[in-house]
């Protein structure tokens, strides 16, 4: 650990004596599984590649856990404030004395919290892929992907630079990329994978521009810098930034807009949501890890990471809070006609990030104002919890039936009894439905909306009813609605097992995450200040959701418990609206028709016969050219004795004039 | 008018360049060694006028022209050995036919 | 008078289209330029060249004109051209000359004449003091040996190949 303080340019800041060595290992564990199975999976270690990638991130969740006890409860606190602290940092490229890309690691409350997340339930998903990925060709890699993507998202939340966060966040856009396409010989899978990884890309762009222009205003790329400079009224950066304007808006409110873009791509808000569903063609445990509880997050971590310099432009908050209610909204009413269950837990993600986002655009800053901002964190970590086992729910239920459509499932409470319970205590929570972990968070995310924007609270309130009746109708469909899944009853009634003990345990533990999550005191650990927040708990206030939650849910058993036509009468009464959901909004196909006719034909062709004709042109003329000239020049050559001797004489007579008239 | 050094250099001048029109233009390869000839004589004619005329205390100019009289001959033997080895293998003199040594 | 027999004589050799007609011109210039050798006075150079070139090379013309048949034939007319061309760099070369030498003047050496005569060459030439010439006496006749020697190997007969 001494020489860890003797390394040169490795500046090593209060703290750094006993956690800098775990902190490091926390993301490079998962690193090293994917070297190493990377590398020599295939050959190798085919068989206990899956043991070897899980081992590691046991020992990664470990030291995360420990990493957050210490921070919570025994260092982290300064006179009652949560401290951001820097325990290594390295510089690595310099443009300026004040500018530099550093590399380092930043514990502050949502970073330390972010570890728990990502290590826990990525171990979740190792466990669980042992057992539901056994058997699979490419199993080696499988892991090694599943390590990098833990690398990146762990090296994400703990950047303390903001071009490293955009390093990370290229490196986990990479690694989905990897595992949405995982099933390479797929062509829809290899369609998703790619619409993905462009859609989110394109985001990025926003998200890179946004940096430059934060980090030109504020003159650094330092997180605690960046929001010490941008935030305090009286600093020269901020009042530059606020004075100076574009389009009649500050460039403080660009930058930040522009970074949300990156944060909306990412998280799969409205208009960019659109490759979020098609990815649910990779493996259903990445699905668990990646779209639901850990990068489609990254987006709301980002702006609560720059939360402060957020909180000192209010048209950017509003920009967040619509445009996370109206992913919320939208994607909702969409979940209500999908038939896929991936695809329903999708949009469902899909919704719940937008609560997150507008639950942070509503909150003020500092003190009771900042309720928003400890609301959408909390909302993280149970979302985490209750959708990754939603997810694995789902994967048990297609492992045993072998498809995703709800058509072919039905009255699987009796083969899945374990799957059964712990998918309905998920739906429980994520309905908010007390005690479960979704009610605390919600109720809290309401409390924010409420205060502070009437419109937002209503059109939330609404889709908080509207989850609820899909979860339920996704579950009723599953587990009640016929009395035997009609792939068994054509196989004869020959059943097999629900899954591994691999596959059950993770279940397990996030249902009793899921359970009694709800009762930490979050606001004494995450708060937009660092202070202590006291979560206040109005009975009165929460009648509304639990009692709009509730007809949701009776109105789905109603129409699924048991087989009817009920819901196809209501679907054709709703005609057109309906065949508009069913279609998630014909999104796609306007995406679709933007980027073929408008981008392909009017700046794609034209820009490719450029190329051809002209610059390659220019290439081939000067070849010919030089081709030309020389066939003429060949023609010296002929050959012929006497006009040889013509030039001979033409040259020295030339060559005597030069000498006696002009070059005296 | 006297004859003088002028009138033999205007002679040798003028021999010279008709033996270079004529090498440029002549086909025959015998003929066009004849040209030659005319060059080298114009040459020797040049040298004793200057000899006589601009120093007539040395014989240097003499005997320059004795050594390219002998050069010249041994010259046109190598010359006429040349021309008889490629009229066997082309059949012909012309100077035309004899470019195989080109690009 | 040999002036013009010499230079017309080198005009015709080099325009005419036959080729023994040439050859004569030829001859005829080359006699031209003895006897303007002798009305210079330099009685050996003249002899020398009567008997090399008039006696020798251009009977050596004479031989290989017959050797490669072409005596009866008539030469091809040039392309018109060619002659126009050479004609013309010939001309300005000739210009050019005659423009530099009337430019020019020559000073004449006031030093005592020396009498060309056979003794005074036959010394000079074969003399190894200051101004003697045997050194390049000996380079010529080890050149014209090799120029025999290279004439046979040339023109020499390839060999059959051997059955």
Request: glycine share 8%.
């Amino acid at each position: 650990m001494n020489d860890f303080l003797q390394i040169p340019m490795l500046q090593v800041l209060p703290f750094g004596k006993d956690i800098g060595w775990a902190l490091l290992l926390i993301p490079l564990l998962p690193l090293a599984g994917f070297l190493l199975l990377g590398l020599f999976g295939r050959k190798h270690i085919k068989n206990s590649s899956g043991i070897i990638g899980t081992s590691l991130l046991l020992v990664s969740t470990v030291l995360s856990l420990y990493t957050a006890y210490g921070y919570f409860f025994e260092y982290g606190k300064v006179n009652g404030v949560y401290q951001k602290l820097i325990p290594l940092q390295y510089t690595w490229l310099q443009f300026s004395p004040g500018l530099s890309i550093d590399m380092g690691i930043i514990l502050d409350p949502i970073s330390v919290m972010m570890l728990v997340v990502v290590s826990f339930i990525s171990l979740m998903v190792h466990i669980y892929s042992l057992a539901y990925m056994k058997g699979e060709d490419r199993f080696p890699t499988y892991y090694a992907f599943l390590g990098l993507f833990t690398f990146s998202m762990l090296g994400l939340v703990m950047a303390s630079n903001i071009f490293q966060m955009y390093i990370f966040w290229e490196l986990v856009g990479i690694s989905s990329f990897l595992l949405i396409g995982y099933y390479y010989d797929r062509p829809s899978a290899v369609a998703a994978c790619k619409k993905a990884f462009i859609v989110t890309r394109f985001a990025d762009l926003g998200f890179l521009i946004g940096i430059l222009i934060l980090s030109f205003y504020a003159g650094t790329l330092d997180f605690n810098t960046l929001i010490q400079r941008l935030t305090s009224s009286s600093a020269p950066e901020f009042q530059t930034a606020v004075a100076s304007s574009f389009l009649g808006v500050s460039a403080l409110t660009w930058a930040l807009v522009l970074v949300f873009i990156g944060g909306a791509g990412k998280s799969a808000m409205f208009p960019l949501h659109v490759w979020l569903p098609d990815a649910m063609e990779g493996p259903t445990p990445v699905s668990a890890l990646i779209h639901a509880a850990t990068m489609v997050v990254a987006g709301v971590f980002l702006v609560a990471r720059l939360f402060p310099v957020f909180s000192m432009s209010p048209p950017a908050l509003q920009v967040v809070s619509y445009v996370g209610v109206i992913s919320a909204l939208f994607a909702a009413v969409i979940a209500c006609t999908q038939t896929d269950i991936k695809r329903v837990l999708a949009y469902s993600t899909i919704s719940q990030i937008g609560f997150m986002m507008f639950s942070l655009g509503v909150s003020g800053s500092g003190g009771e104002n900042g309720l928003g901002f400890t609301a959408s964190m909390f909302h993280l970590f149970t979302h985490a919890m209750f959708k990754a086992l939603l997810f694995l729910g789902a994967g048990a239920v297609i492992h045993f039936i072998h498809s995703n459509e709800m058509k072919d499932m039905g009255g699987l409470r009796k083969y899945l009894p374990i799957t059964h319970i712990t998918f309905l205590i998920a739906c429980l929570a994520i309905s908010g439905v007390p005690p479960f972990a979704g009610f605390f968070s919600k109720e809290e995310i309401l409390l924010a909306a409420y205060h502070h924007n009437a419109i937002i609270y209503w059109i939330a309130l609404i889709t908080s009813g509207l989850t609820a009746f899909y979860m339920f109708r996704l579950y009723f469909s599953i587990f009640w609605n016929k009395e035997a899944p009609s792939p068994l009853e054509r196989a004869g009634g020959e059943v097999h097992g629900e899954g591994g003990f691999a596959m059950m345990m993770p279940l397990v533990l996030l249902a009793v995450g899921a359970a009694v999550a709800g009762f930490i005191p979050f606001g004494n650990f995450v708060s937009s200040d660092g202070k202590l927040l006291e979560s206040a708990f109005h009975l009165q206030f929460s009648i509304a959701p639990v009692a709009l939650g509730l007809a949701g849910i009776f109105a789905a058993m109603w129409l699924y418990k048991k087989q009817n036509n009920k819901p196809d009468a209501i679907a054709a009464s709703l005609n057109g609206f309906y065949k508009a959901a069913y279609h998630k909004f014909y999104m796609d196909e306007l995406y679709l028709f933007i980027t073929k006719k408008i981008l392909f034909n009017l700046i794609g062709r034209p820009a490719a016969w450029f190329d051809k004709n002209v610059v390659d042109g220019m290439v081939n003329m000067t070849g010919n050219t030089t081709q030309a000239i020389s066939e003429k020049i060949k023609g010296f050559q002929s050959g012929k004795v006497q006009q040889y001797a013509i030039y001979f004489l033409a040259g020295v007579i030339g060559l005597a004039v030069l000498f006696i008239y002009i070059w005296k | 008018m006297e004859p003088g050094l002028y009138h033999l250099l205007f002679i040798s001048a003028a021999l010279f360049f008709i033996g270079v029109y004529g090498f440029f233009t002549r086909r025959n390869l015998i003929t066009m060694l004849m040209s030659v000839e005319l060059v080298l004589n114009s040459v020797n004619l040049n040298f004793i006028a200057f000899n006589k005329y601009l120093w007539p205390n040395k014989l240097d100019g003499l005997f320059f022209s004795i050594f390219v009289i002998a050069i010249a001959a041994a010259e046109a033997a190598v010359a006429i050995a040349i021309i008889i080895n490629l009229y066997r293998s082309h059949h012909s003199i012309d100077v035309e036919n004899a470019e195989e040594m080109k690009f | 008078m040999l002036a013009a027999l010499t230079l017309v004589s080198g005009a015709l050799a080099v325009t005419t289209r036959q080729i023994f007609r040439a050859a004569i011109f030829l001859l005829f210039s080359l006699i031209g330029i003895a006897g303007l050798y002798f009305w210079m006075q330099y009685e050996f150079i003249a002899a020398v060249q009567i008997v090399v070139y008039v006696g020798g090379i251009t009977v050596l013309i004479i031989f290989s004109i017959f050797l490669t048949q072409q005596a009866g034939e008539l030469l091809p007319k040039e392309k018109i051209g060619r002659q126009v061309f050479s004609a013309l760099a010939a001309f300005c070369g000739f210009a050019l000359t005659m423009l530099q030498l009337y430019q020019h003047s020559f000073k004449q050496t006031t030093d005592q004449p020396i009498a060309p005569s056979v003794s005074n060459i036959g010394n000079q030439m074969l003399g190894v003091e200051d101004n003697g010439f045997a050194l390049p006496f000996e380079v010529v006749s080890i050149l014209l040996l090799a120029a025999m020697i290279g004439c046979i190997v040339i023109a020499l007969r390839s060999k059959p190949a051997t059955a």
